[in-house]
């Protein structure tokens, strides 16, 4: 006979954390047993004896309680102070006994009896079979595991999912220092004045996202199949508006480097008009130290050319390195997206399957 987890593994695939399978199994048994009509119960009961202090039933499910064969009444335990009051109306007699349940303890009275329970199975994930459990209903543990098993995939998923959903920082070049040219006013009459410089810059400030899976896990480890589905269908609708920002932000940084990449070329003409300007300026003039001056500073306007073609150059790397790293989020959260749909489509149909195992019970 295979066992629990082999047969939640041919529903849901590979289940690594064993531990959590356990606990989903237990929790399903659990489950099935506070729901079944007690005739369905009666072969798998144990006699609980209470002294007169009380007996511990936190992992039972009581199903009824006596006092020498005869049959207790259940009353609140707000009434046990009068249940031995013999002058109370709600005093319980030898021949009429009553119990009930007070901080985790069953008590009947008057002074001691037997309370009938059927205690919680504990399933590990390695176990064919539970002992004391109607054998039939097996399946139903294991439907209840399925759910929680797919609810705790699409957990790991999201999560997983997160932890690369950060977007990778690039440092920014670092634009040219604007020049600085002094012309004599000798040669200022020759070449009027200087008129390049560039301070246009390119910043790239991704979307944050919003979205947290504490409530998950907290509904997960309560057993809350309802609200962490909720949770779960919440992060998803938070993870398509991220997508969305994301391409936002993106095309906002292309349209700004569209911007960058103009204003860069009409630096650069100027760069080149004025080191034209200054180099004829030196052909005309017979002053050789005007000439120098001319060609020195047509030098210098060529470096500052060269490192705003560096920079624009270093500046299309940035903003190549932006799109590729923008791309490969948004494809993950698509991908994510995709997956988590398909996980949602199998969990709706294990509970879909569940819950018409219940109503054949």
Not at 121 to 146: K, M, N
Not at 162 to 174: E, R, Y
Not at 261 to 288: G, H, K, P, R, W
Not at 310 to 316: A, C, I, L
Request: glycine fraction near 6%; charged fraction near 15%.
């Amino acid at each position: 006979m295979s066992t629990f987890q082999v047969r939640v593994e041919d529903k849901i695939g590979t289940v690594s954390d064993t531990a959590a399978l356990s606990d989903f199994l237990t929790a399903g048994a659990k489950f099935i047993v506070n729901i079944l009509p007690p005739e369905r119960l009666e072969k798998f009961t144990t006699d609980l004896a209470d002294a007169g202090s009380g007996v511990s039933v936190t992992t039972s499910r009581v199903l009824r309680a006596h006092k020498s064969s005869y049959r207790a009444r259940r009353i609140d335990a707000g009434l046990a102070a009068q249940a031995i009051n013999s002058s109370s109306i709600y005093y319980a007699g030898s021949t009429d006994p009553v119990w009930y349940i007070a901080n985790g303890l069953a008590f009947v009275k008057p002074t001691s009896g037997t309370v009938v329970a059927m205690a919680y199975p504990t399933v590990a994930f390695g176990d064919s079979t539970i002992a004391a459990f109607p054998v039939d209903l097996d399946e139903g543990v294991v439907l209840y595991a399925c759910i929680h098993g797919r609810l705790r995939q699409m957990s790991d998923l999201t999560i997983t999912t997160l932890g690369g959903l950060s977007i990778s920082t690039f440092v920014k070049p670092v634009a040219p220092s604007a020049p600085s040219f002094t012309y004599t006013d000798a040669l200022s009459s020759v070449v009027g004045s200087a008129s390049v410089s560039f301070s246009d810059t390119l910043d790239y400030t991704p979307p944050v996202f919003s979205g947290s899976y504490t409530s998950v896990d907290t509904a997960l480890g309560n057993q809350d199949i309802e609200l962490s589905n909720a949770h779960l269908s919440k992060v998803n609708t938070q993870l398509d508006q991220y997508q969305k920002d994301l391409l936002v932000t993106l095309n906002e940084f292309n349209a700004d480097k569209e911007e960058f990449n103009a204003t860069l070329q009409v630096a650069l003409a100027d760069a080149q008009m004025e080191q034209q300007a200054l180099l004829t300026a030196s052909q005309l003039t017979t002053d050789v130290n005007k000439q120098n001056e001319a060609q020195e500073l047509a030098r210098q306007v060529q470096e500052y050319s060269a490192s705003l073609q560096k920079y624009g150059q270093e500046m299309s790397g940035y903003a190549q390195d932006v799109n590729q790293e923008t791309s490969r989020v948004s494809t993950r959260v698509s991908q994510y997206n995709a997956q988590f749909q398909q996980l949602a489509l199998g969990l709706e149909a294990f509970r879909q399957e569940f819950n018409n195992y219940l109503k054949a019970i």
